[in-house]
Nanobody
Framework: QLVESGGGSVQTGGSLRLSCAAS????????MGWFRRAPGKEREFVAG????????LYAESVKGRFTISRDNALNMVYLQMNRLKPEDTAVYYC???????????????WGPGTRVAVSS
């Protein structure tokens, strides 16, 4: 089970830190990712991190502003979001993938999502 938290409403330029708590199984060996779905749009990949935390992958739209990290001892994954823009408004989802390669789709487990709203 994956459960996201940390969403909320911020102004342009603000920051939020999303957290994803994993339970029910050990996700330490899974690739973890963050996705988002903006109103009226398809779900899109935001960031991914390898099981060890050594490798990361970001969507071009968030590169340099968002940072994904994980703490396997706590079974937690984080998404630090800085310099937020109105176009970052979306429901953000945490996901786990049994594949060791960071992929932008095909994840196996999903959380229910947490809403982020960025106002101008």
């Amino acid at each position: 089970q994956l459960v996201e938290s940390g969403g909320g409403s911020v102004q342009t330029g603000g920051s939020l830190r999303l957290s994803c708590a994993a339970s029910g199984r050990t996700f330490g060996s899974y690739t973890m990712g963050w996705f988002r779905r903006a109103p009226g749009k398809e779900r899109e990949f935001v960031a991914g991190i390898s099981w060890s935390g050594d490798d990361t992958l970001y969507a071009e739209s968030v590169k340099g502003r968002f940072t994904i990290s994980r703490d396997n001892a706590l079974n937690m994954v984080y998404l630090q979001m800085n310099r937020l823009k109105p176009e970052d408004t979306a429901v953000y989802y945490c996901a786990a993938d049994q594949d060791r390669i960071i992929r932008t789709e095909g994840y196996d487990y999903w959380g229910p999502g947490t809403r982020v709203a960025v106002s101008s």
